[in-house]
DNA sequence: TCGTAATCGAGACGGTACGTCGTGTCTTGAG
DNA sequence: CTCAAGACACGACGTACCGTCTCGATTACGA
């Protein structure tokens, strides 16, 4: 029975999120046996993402359908992620990952609208706007889900929002009296709630442009 | 708690004409056999919002639950309601009805800041911004839920909003060059926004002053 | 949760052996709820002697594979049965039963050779020889299961050819010193270990005659 | 242990000209890369009788299992034997091979006695009784097995009985209107049966020489 | 002294079955 | 006609083996 004595698997706490080694950048040491397949992976990612398009809700998803779907065995996607959950937030920081780059530098009125359009931009892509709204829609029910995608995705881009708004108010183009992470919300609510809350397509171009244009100046005619 | 009034419930469900017949006011004529337990009916209504309120998710609440829980059959259930969704729709309606009564008149600021604070309310209200979470998270796995509870209870808010925008415009108070939808969103979606993605209560008292202010005068410093 | 006050289930020994209430004689009190469908039972049963029928081993055969063929869900199957032995047990008991009356009276000789006759038939009958191979082949590998069927009906089958001996010795038609036991093994088993292990049909129709008088007369030649 | 006398194994393998050369005496010519370890062949050979007589059952075995105790990779096992079966013959005949030697010549009787106690032997002896039931369990169900051991072990003990026997009826000792395979059967089926379907140890010591006296002489009193 | 090639342990691969649970429908006897 | 109870077919859950395959490493032989 080898396998009574130095077992070796020193320190095995289960809560390093990581338990099954997730598929993430080639990891550890020796790696012995047989390597885990990247087209299997790559046929369970896809898989998912197509089922997601097809109209597929999130509850409705089960792994035994993934496994079909992708031509492979439920065991090939347990062996990778511990179940449903931890296999989307994969998908979804996938997607996520190579993307937004600015807002750089330039007037505060140009920097805002850009990054205002960039969101509009994942509002009209179907499949990235798929996952935002299947994460937000479970904000509550399943808020480990939800905080880990915020954590990795969203507070990255809110920072650098607020970091453009604080030099703005360094600068002396905005008052300084209102909670940064709220001038956050008022600029990007709109947009994020037309597309959590509409159907596809009901993002007017001009309204970030609109928004960003009240936000500074308001509704209030100048006569 | 079994709206009496008109308004509503009744002759609803116009796609499903053959369905259990809706607990609405007492129906029409005959009423042949036993009737139907008002206590039965109680016993389901409360296990849901108990359920709901013990921290159950949405997803993982179950017909079969919701029964065992009142204390009654399934049969129980499905005889009145055609299923989950049905059931929690008809719990969030009684809910919500007996409610909002503003903005009544007076001037625009002050108007606006009511509305504001109202649906702030709701935010700080638990078992409301719960429901109300909820369906937001089913808007595009279950249109027709979220469909049946905009046109119910949401867009008759949004249109009480909508109208003090337009007197506000033809009394030139307010720019007239942006769609009035477009409006709504920028006063409530910031709002909105942290009811449905943020946990409770970090809705600050003043933000609803805050949000009118920098949408009338924006946050551009006047020399 | 109704189910956490009074239980009801008083004494629930699990090796009662009729943990989930076996469908025997219609038993116990009340029968509240859809009574149990007898066509599913049958249903179930037919699947099994059909599939064994078929050629599939004990082995190969699972409680998947019978709830498919019989068309009925798995639970229904549980519900009846703890699992593949308790159900085959069932089914090897329902064929057993409605069996064997004599050996009655009459002269010695006839009597043991109508047993064995009766005995070779069903090596004959391929389906009741087929349950047999079965639990015979699993005498040590599940003990209980033979252990089980032995009680139930091999022992009474070999007690009636025990009387019978018995009855010869205190008459004085055989030898009394040995073993009624052994007796009763020196004539069944040469056709019971063609019935185990060997193809169908190799049971000669004069062998129980023959059997029956090596036992009386022995094979040394007479002068 | 590994028999380099031309008999039994040689050549065999009829079926499957070319399923893995197995392991017997160092077969033919070449012999390229890496020999197979012996000490991986003992290990997985003395596996298997390790679980079996811990009480492991045929069924419950597992080439999985086997591998695990033996501290081999399971290819190393499918590399030698097709599968369980396979393999679990290779430790049958392994085990048998070096046996029974008699019965020489001799009265008839006694040399009748002689076989029937060493059948009786094996029937004690706990290892070879449990592969003999093993093998004789899945009769039905894994013919090929059967057939195969049979061929190579049973027909040649058989033979031998038979051989005395003819040459009783030739010598006048017996009469010879019966089969001698029925005659075999009578003999032998009475302890066979005691060894499948009963418990250890219930193979009285004075079982042969009653069988035999009764099988001569018969159980009618003489007068 | 090398390549060459079959071996080694390890473990991933697509499958199938396990026994449990929830689905929405149905079917009892009692009220 | 309603009630509670619970059976019904269906399908997903996460685990365990199946027998096959694919890795890097090891180990002998023949050139």
Redesign the interface.
């Known amino acids: ?3 009574a004595d130095g077992r070796g698997t020193a320190g095995e706490l289960p809560d390093a999120g990581e338990n099954p080694p997730l598929p993430s950048g080639k990891p550890s040491g020796k790696a012995r046996g047989r390597p885990r397949s990247e087209a299997v992976e790559r046929a369970i990612l896809d898989a998912v993402t197509r089922l997601l398009e097809e109209g597929v ?4 998803l089960s792994v035994e359908q993934i496994a079909r779907t992708a031509g492979v065995g439920k065991a090939a996607v347990y062996r990778r992620w511990s179940g449903k959950d931890e296999l989307f937030l994969y998908v979804v920081k996938e997607m996520e990952e190579p993307t937004y780059e600015g807002p750089g530098d330039g007037p505060l009125r140009e920097v805002l609208i850009g990054a205002l359009g960039w969101l509009r931009q994942i509002g009209l892509a179907k499949r990235r706007s ?1 996952l935002l ?1 299947v994460l ?7 808020p480990e889900l ?1 905080k880990r995608y915020h954590e990795t995705v969203i507070s990255a881009r809110r920072e650098r929002l607020a970091f453009v708004l604080r030099r703005g108010i360094e600068r ?4 300084g009296d ?2 940064i992470d ?2 956050v ?2 600029l ?3 947009i ?3 597309i ?3 159907d596809w397509e009901e993002l ?1 171009e001009e ?1 970030p442009r ?2 960003v244009d ?8 100048r006569e």
């Not at 809700?57 to 409705?60: F, G, K, L, N, Q």
């Not at 937000?136 to 399943?142: E, F, I, L, N, Q």
């Open positions: 029975m080898k396998r809700s999130y509850d409705a798929t709204r937000a829609g479970h904000v509550h029910s399943r939800w002396g183009e905005l008052r209102i909670d709220v001038l919300d008022m990007t609510a709109p994020l709630a037309r959590l809350l509409r007017p309204m609109q928004i009240a936000f500074l100046d308001g509704l209030r005619p």
